[in-house]
């Protein structure tokens, strides 16, 4: 039928305001209280000592900011399309003389404006406010033009991804529900690949993925990143895409809708099973997920698997028939069942992937890290390493990781990450990670570890230039006044020493034994570099001493009141609150024990002890300092002991 009626009809125009004007007063109030009003309580009055300059506008009770740009457009378009999920609504809107095309234009185009005039006018109000007050000092006119124009950019996305589900679903709430499940869904659905992916292929980084700007995949995470971050271009422009995109679809589907689906879960057939299955494989994966993290073991992830995909499925059955009775409809759970099975098989029978190890003349540089980093422009990443030797060095301790799997999946007495990346010559980049226990990989460790391109290209101090430094602090344990070295020449010459103790420093699991000291290092550029003044450093002592800053450096026996030391096993779930506290009060009221007073013995037990008693070792000791009533608690290893303490308790 011809349409008879205009899109710019002041009833439609009134009813579309008497359905989601209140949603614009609302949305307006809040921001108002967010930016506005804050910035009048912030920057009225006269003391100007406390006014703090602000990055923009979404410095301003960010956490309301960001709840009602995510939920108001979604409830907007929820109201706003209401008509299509009542049936008497639907029929009625669908037999006025317009086309859907018009309908779709007109709805979703008024609605946008009722969501942008809040906007706007805060943005107007803003911009009075900072004339008036004079805020140049704090904040800029461009930032409340850069704040507009990204708040409506996400009013825009987050709006048009709302309409886009009224267009597939019958029901208001089913749509909110799966506006933001699309919202989230490119980040969480990735975030469950990845993990999974790394239960089932052997060396699969998926810590490493994780962590590399996997929040930029959801809007919703991306714009909680705002308050300390801006937007790129880049982003602007995919964002706009994304707008579009959703805009055409929407219509397109709108233009395929049957009448007839209001009230239904799903509006299309063909989207049930697309639903139905969705469900039950992002339930399986988070089943998987959650029972892995919970016991680590692969009866326990398949047993996950199993539960999330049976609720997964059930739940949507439930979703899609309105109703709790559908366990005998099963059927397709069958089959879901026999995929996933064949899927679990191939991904477990991938070998090329698990055992792949590039050959040497692949390779242009290969990066080791015992720590999974985000960013390889970071002062601390660690940097690859070029020279041939070591890229074959950290080759073979990669075959022996992938020799010893099945030792490597069960339980370890100590355990760190071995993140492996590969640059190839091709341009491409292989990168594992996995899970080890570095004792069972000493050898292989220690050759890498000792080499010098790996500590200049691990180790932050190597990276400052000397001419840069303003001070080295030492602190030795628990004073709180430490040694100062500001002096250009001492400076020089205490890098350069700390540089040649750390390129002749083996590399060790032991625990640390001996006198300790943290190092800090200040910089002009404002940067920390810290590191520990051990008691293997002799040059570095032996320089401290003919300087005679030794005893401020370090601890010696006149810092200490006594040493009580005890043969007794004394285990870390014996206390269940304050367990140092207790432990040290256990120790020295307790009647088996060697109360220590002597400088010399003192010394020659400062010199052994090891730190922290979890590592469990035969002798246990609480230092009592000078000081502040301090105590630490410090152990000796069979090993170590001095001689004195080994023969009080025999």
Same mark, same amino acid.
């Given at each position: 039928? $011809?349409?008879?009626?205009?899109?710019?009809?002041?009833?439609?125009?009134?009813? *579309?305001?008497?359905?989601?004007?209140?949603? @614009?007063?609302?949305?307006?109030? /809040?921001?108002?209280?967010?930016? $506005?009003?804050?910035?009048?309580?912030?920057? @009225?009055?006269?003391?100007?000592?406390?006014?703090?300059?602000?990055?923009?506008?979404?410095?301003?009770?960010?956490?309301?900011?960001?709840?009602?740009?995510?939920?108001?457009?979604v409830v907007m378009a929820i109201f706003l399309y209401r008509f299509l999920h009542v049936k008497q609504a639907a029929d009625l809107m669908h037999s006025l003389p317009l086309r859907r095309e018009q309908l779709f234009h007109f709805y979703t185009l008024t609605g946008f404006v009722f969501l942008v005039i809040p906007v706007i006018l805060i943005a107007l109000i803003t911009v009075m406010i900072h004339s008036a007050l004079d805020l140049n000092l704090y904040f800029q006119l461009e930032d409340i033009f850069s704040w507009t124009g990204i708040v409506i950019l996400y009013n825009a996305v987050f709006f048009l991804s709302g309409v886009l589900m009224a267009m597939v679903t019958g029901i208001s709430v089913v749509q909110g529900v799966l506006t933001f499940i699309m919202l989230l869904f490119p980040a969480g659905f990735t975030l469950l690949i990845i993990y999974n992916l790394g239960l089932m292929l052997y060396g699969f980084p998926s810590d490493y993925f994780q962590i590399r700007n996997i929040e930029y995949l959801s809007p919703?995470?991306?714009?909680?990143? &705002?308050?300390?971050?801006?937007?790129?271009?880049? /982003?602007?422009?995919?964002?706009?895409?994304?707008?579009?995109?959703?805009?055409?679809?929407?219509?397109?589907?709108?233009?395929?809708?049957?009448?007839?689906?209001?009230?239904?879960?799903? /509006?299309?057939?063909?989207?049930?099973?697309?639903?139905?299955?969705?469900?039950?494989?992002?339930?399986?994966?988070?089943?998987?997920?959650?029972?892995?993290?919970?016991q680590n073991e692969f009866a326990w992830l398949l047993f996950g698997y199993a539960a999330g995909g049976i609720i997964g499925y059930f739940s949507a059955e439930m979703v899609l028939q309105k109703t709790w009775r559908v366990f005998r409809s099963g059927k397709g759970l069958v089959s879901y069942a026999v *995929?996933?099975?064949?899927?679990?098989?191939?991904?477990?029978?991938?070998? %090329?992937?698990?055992?792949? =190890?590039?050959?040497?003349?692949?390779?242009?540089?290969?990066?080791?890290?015992?720590?999974?980093?985000?960013?390889?422009?970071? $002062?601390?990443? %660690?940097?690859?390493?070029?020279?041939?030797?070591?890229?074959?060095?950290?080759?073979?301790?990669?075959?022996?990781?992938?020799?010893?799997?099945?030792?490597n999946e069960q339980t370890m007495k100590?355990?760190?990450?071995?993140?492996?990346?590969?640059?190839?010559?091709?341009?491409?980049? &292989? =990168?594992?990670?996995?899970?080890?226990?570095?004792?069972?990989?000493? %050898?292989?460790?220690?050759?890498?570890?000792?080499?010098?391109?790996?500590?200049? /290209?691990?180790? %932050?101090?190597?990276?400052?230039?000397?001419?840069?430094?303003?001070?080295?602090?030492i602190n030795k344990r628990m004073t709180d006044v430490p040694l100062t070295i500001s002096d250009k020449e001492k400076i020089k010459q205490a890098m350069s020493i700390l540089r040649k103790e750390l390129e002749q420093e083996p590399y060790t699991l032991d625990y640390p034994v001996g006198n300790m000291s943290s190092i800090e290092i200040l910089s002009s550029i404002n940067q920390y570099e810290n590191l520990e003044l051990k008691q293997s450093y002799?040059?570095?002592?032996?320089?401290?001493?003919?300087?005679?800053?030794?005893?401020?450096?370090?601890?010696?026996?006149e810092d200490l009141e006594y040493i009580v030391v005890t043969n007794e096993s004394i285990k870390a779930d014996e206390f269940k609150e304050y367990q140092d506290e207790e432990f040290m009060n256990r120790i020295l009221k307790g009647k088996n024990t060697l109360k220590i007073t002597d400088d010399d013995k003192m010394g020659a037990a400062i010199q052994k002890a090891g730190y922290d008693w979890y590592n469990e070792e035969p002798y246990t000791a609480v230092f009592v300092y000078k000081t502040g009533n301090l105590k630490e608690i410090r152990t000796f290893s069979d090993r170590d002991v001095p001689a004195y303490i080994e023969q009080y308790f025999k």
């Open positions: 039928m $011809p349409s008879k009626i205009s899109l710019c009809n002041k009833e439609m125009i009134l009813q *579309v305001g008497r359905n989601i004007g209140w949603i @614009s007063v609302i949305y307006f109030l /809040a921001l108002f209280f967010a930016i $506005p009003l804050r910035i009048m309580m912030l920057y @009225s009055g006269d003391d100007y000592r406390y006014f703090m300059p602000a990055e923009g506008l979404f410095d301003f009770e960010f956490a309301i900011q960001l709840i009602m740009i995510i939920t108001v457009p919703i995470s991306h714009l909680a990143l &705002l308050e300390s971050n801006s937007i790129t271009a880049k /982003a602007v422009l995919i964002y706009l895409f994304i707008v579009a995109a959703a805009y055409i679809l929407s219509l397109l589907i709108y233009k395929k809708r049957n009448v007839e689906s209001a009230s239904e879960a799903i /509006a299309f057939k063909g989207l049930k099973k697309v639903f139905k299955f969705g469900v039950a494989f992002c339930m399986t994966l988070l089943g998987g997920m959650y029972f892995d993290a919970m *995929v996933l099975a064949l899927l679990i098989m191939i991904t477990q029978a991938f070998t %090329p992937y698990e055992k792949k =190890v590039p050959a040497l003349d692949e390779i242009k540089s290969v990066t080791y890290a015992n720590q999974i980093y985000s960013d390889p422009n970071d $002062p601390y990443a %660690p940097k690859p390493l070029f020279q041939r030797e070591n890229i074959d060095a950290v080759r073979e301790f990669h075959r022996r990781i992938i020799q010893n799997e099945k030792t100590s355990q760190e990450n071995a993140l492996i990346i590969y640059q190839l010559k091709n341009g491409d980049r &292989l =990168v594992r990670q996995y899970k080890i226990d570095p004792n069972d990989y000493e %050898p292989q460790l220690k050759e890498i570890h000792e080499s010098l391109e790996y500590k200049h /290209a691990h180790l %932050p101090v190597f990276n400052l230039k000397t001419e840069d430094i303003t001070s080295i602090r002799s040059s570095f002592i032996n320089w401290l001493e003919e300087n005679g800053m030794l005893e401020e450096a370090m601890v010696t026996p």
